[in-house]
Protein backbone atom coordinates (compact mmCIF):
# COMPACT_ATOMS: atom_id res chain seq x y z
CA UNK A 1 0.00 0.00 0.00
CA UNK A 2 1.63 3.46 -1.08
CA UNK A 3 1.02 6.14 1.30
CA UNK A 4 2.01 9.78 0.54
CA UNK A 5 2.78 12.24 2.56
CA UNK A 6 3.24 15.90 1.42
CA UNK A 7 4.87 18.72 3.56
CA UNK A 8 5.93 22.75 2.99
CA UNK A 9 2.67 24.53 2.43
CA UNK A 10 2.02 27.73 4.42
CA UNK A 11 1.54 31.44 4.18
CA UNK A 12 3.97 33.59 2.05
CA UNK A 13 3.57 37.09 0.55
CA UNK A 14 3.13 37.47 -2.97
CA UNK A 15 6.80 37.10 -4.86
CA UNK A 16 7.91 34.89 -2.28
CA UNK A 17 9.03 30.83 -2.38
CA UNK A 18 8.02 27.89 -1.03
CA UNK A 19 9.04 24.51 -1.59
CA UNK A 20 6.79 21.39 -1.05
CA UNK A 21 8.19 17.87 0.07
CA UNK A 22 6.07 14.51 -0.92
CA UNK A 23 7.65 11.33 0.58
CA UNK A 24 6.06 8.21 -0.84
CA UNK A 25 5.96 4.69 0.66
CA UNK A 26 6.25 1.46 -1.00
CA UNK A 27 8.90 0.33 -3.97
CA UNK A 28 7.24 1.41 -6.96
CA UNK A 29 8.18 4.93 -6.69
CA UNK A 30 11.08 5.14 -9.34
CA UNK A 31 8.37 3.10 -11.92
CA UNK A 32 6.13 5.93 -11.41
CA UNK A 33 5.21 9.16 -12.76
CA UNK A 34 5.15 12.03 -9.99
CA UNK A 35 2.78 14.84 -9.85
CA UNK A 36 1.69 18.06 -8.56
CA UNK A 37 -2.05 19.32 -8.42
CA UNK A 38 -3.61 21.77 -6.72
CA UNK A 39 -7.48 22.71 -5.90
CA UNK A 40 -8.07 26.21 -5.48
CA UNK A 41 -11.51 27.18 -3.61
CA UNK A 42 -14.70 26.09 -6.06
CA UNK A 43 -12.17 25.36 -8.80
CA UNK A 44 -11.53 21.96 -10.49
CA UNK A 45 -8.29 20.39 -9.32
CA UNK A 46 -5.66 21.17 -12.33
CA UNK A 47 -2.54 19.85 -12.78
CA UNK A 48 0.85 21.68 -12.34
CA UNK A 49 3.25 19.44 -12.93
CA UNK A 50 4.40 16.19 -13.60
CA UNK A 51 7.88 14.47 -13.69
CA UNK A 52 9.04 10.91 -15.51
CA UNK A 53 11.03 7.86 -14.34
CA UNK A 54 13.33 9.55 -16.12
CA UNK A 55 13.12 12.94 -14.87
CA UNK A 56 11.64 14.84 -17.74
CA UNK A 57 8.94 17.59 -16.45
CA UNK A 58 6.27 18.70 -17.70
CA UNK A 59 4.59 21.84 -16.41
CA UNK A 60 0.82 24.01 -16.75
CA UNK A 61 1.08 27.30 -18.60
CA UNK A 62 0.53 29.24 -15.80
CA UNK A 63 3.58 27.71 -13.62
CA UNK A 64 6.25 27.88 -16.70
CA UNK A 65 9.23 29.36 -15.56
CA UNK A 66 8.19 29.89 -11.75
CA UNK A 67 8.07 26.35 -10.64
CA UNK A 68 10.38 23.43 -10.69
CA UNK A 69 9.25 19.82 -10.16
CA UNK A 70 12.41 17.22 -9.56
CA UNK A 71 12.34 14.12 -7.97
CA UNK A 72 15.28 11.99 -5.88
CA UNK A 73 14.27 7.79 -6.41
CA UNK A 74 16.78 7.24 -3.73
CA UNK A 75 14.58 8.82 -1.02
CA UNK A 76 11.42 8.21 -2.50
CA UNK A 77 10.73 11.92 -2.57
CA UNK A 78 8.70 14.31 -5.15
CA UNK A 79 9.59 18.20 -5.19
CA UNK A 80 8.01 21.38 -5.97
CA UNK A 81 9.91 24.60 -5.65
CA UNK A 82 7.67 27.53 -6.09
CA UNK A 83 8.98 30.97 -6.73
CA UNK A 84 7.64 34.34 -7.56
CA UNK A 85 4.46 33.35 -5.98
CA UNK A 86 1.47 35.02 -6.82
CA UNK A 87 -2.11 35.18 -4.96
CA UNK A 88 -3.77 32.84 -7.49
CA UNK A 89 -1.24 30.40 -6.98
CA UNK A 90 -3.13 30.19 -3.13
CA UNK A 91 -4.77 26.42 -3.26
CA UNK A 92 -4.56 22.84 -1.66
CA UNK A 93 -1.73 21.38 -3.48
CA UNK A 94 -1.62 17.46 -4.33
CA UNK A 95 1.19 15.10 -4.46
CA UNK A 96 0.20 12.22 -7.26
CA UNK A 97 1.72 8.85 -7.55
CA UNK A 98 0.51 7.27 -11.08
CA UNK A 99 1.96 3.81 -11.12
CA UNK A 100 0.21 2.75 -14.05
CA UNK A 101 -0.43 -1.21 -13.37
CA UNK A 102 0.45 -0.69 -9.89
CA UNK A 103 -2.02 1.84 -9.48
CA UNK A 104 -2.56 5.56 -8.71
CA UNK A 105 -2.71 7.25 -5.61
CA UNK A 106 -3.31 10.80 -3.81
CA UNK A 107 -1.78 12.36 -0.96
CA UNK A 108 -3.94 14.29 1.73
CA UNK A 109 -2.91 18.07 -0.06
CA UNK A 110 -1.34 20.54 2.02
CA UNK A 111 -2.46 24.49 2.04
CA UNK A 112 -0.27 27.05 -0.12
CA UNK A 113 -1.80 30.58 0.43
CA UNK A 114 0.13 33.52 -0.74
CA UNK A 115 -1.33 36.85 0.32
CA UNK A 116 -1.20 40.22 -1.88
Known amino acids: QVQLVESGGGLVQAGGSLRLSCAASGRIFSRSVMGWHRQAPGKQRELVAT???????NYADSVKGRFTISRDNGKNTVYLQMNSLKPEDTAVYYC??????????WGQGTQVTVSS
Open 51 to 57: VSRDGDS
Open 96 to 105: NQDAGFWGNY
